[in-house]
């Protein structure tokens, strides 16, 4: 079956797709986009929209995690990522939704604050990636392309001060659904792939890693994506990082 994968490296639903198309043995090419520049190219390759993962396979155009999710169970419904049983699917939808809807642009605008401060890492974020450019050029030159991102992203400082602060109430809804078994089960569904690559992303980040791992839901990431790309040292202000830091000292 002829596949074709547009990702940005390091985007966290292009590594869920990714992930799907591995769980279902679907060889593809994978073609790595640049932020920003990705949604002149995705309408140049025949997309109505401009967001990754967008994906080509068997003549038909689909973009979105959610959206692929769905066209790899139609052309190969073995493993399914969504369950058959009614009241398991929409479980399971639920969880991807929430994971799509709010832990997905919670963790971009994490790390593109992040990013907007030390963009040194961008090296290890496009680990892999093939851009045309080399990847040190990119990283010199690519001061436009993080502050264009964050500013698209709304990666303000209130905004991810915020985010940080409901951070541990989002990690707990997470560990009660591995609780329920709706999430981290024998087989992965699209909830967590959606869920474990935001996570995955966010743990890339030294300054909410220790708060994420030992969890059941830092768990789950590492199961989904043990070899994610990126590693950003500390960078964010400490005061932010407090409600993690409280958050993990009364678990214990």
Do not use: C
């Not at 892999?128 to 080399?134: H, K, S």
């Amino acid at each position: 079956m002829d596949a074709k994968l547009y990702v940005i490296p390091a985007s966290h639903p292009s590594r869920a797709a990714m992930l799907m198309l591995d769980l279902k043995r679907i060889t593809f090419k994978r073609v790595d986009l640049m932020p920003v520049v990705s949604k002149g190219a995705l309408r140049v390759a025949g997309f109505t929209g401009t967001t990754v993962p967008a994906l080509k396979i068997g003549g038909r155009k689909v973009q979105g995690s959610r959206e692929i999710a769905r066209e790899l169970d139609r052309v190969e419904p073995q493993p399914p990522l969504l369950p058959a049983e009614p009241e398991r699917r929409t479980a399971v939808e639920s969880a991807e939704a929430w994971g799509d809807e709010t832990l997905q642009p919670l963790a971009r605008r994490v790390l593109w604050n992040a990013l907007r401060r030390d963009r040194a890492p961008l090296a290890g974020y496009s680990e892999g990636a093939r851009l045309g450019v080399p990847i040190g050029l990119a990283v010199k030159t690519g001061q436009p392309l993080v502050s264009l991102s964050a500013r698209f992203n709304q990666a303000t400082d209130e905004k991810v001060r915020a985010d940080l602060a409901a951070l541990p109430g989002a990690l707990q809804r997470i560990d009660d659904w591995i609780a329920e078994g709706v999430l981290g089960g024998d087989q992965l569904n699209a909830g967590d792939l959606q869920v474990g690559t935001s996570l995955r992303l966010l743990m890339t980040l030294q300054d909410l890693r220790e708060a994420i791992g030992p969890r059941p839901a830092g768990e789950l990431a590492m199961r989904v994506d043990p070899h994610y790309p990126g590693d950003a040292l500390p960078i964010l202000p400490a005061a932010w990082l407090e409600p993690l830091r409280s958050a993990s000292n009364n678990g214990r």
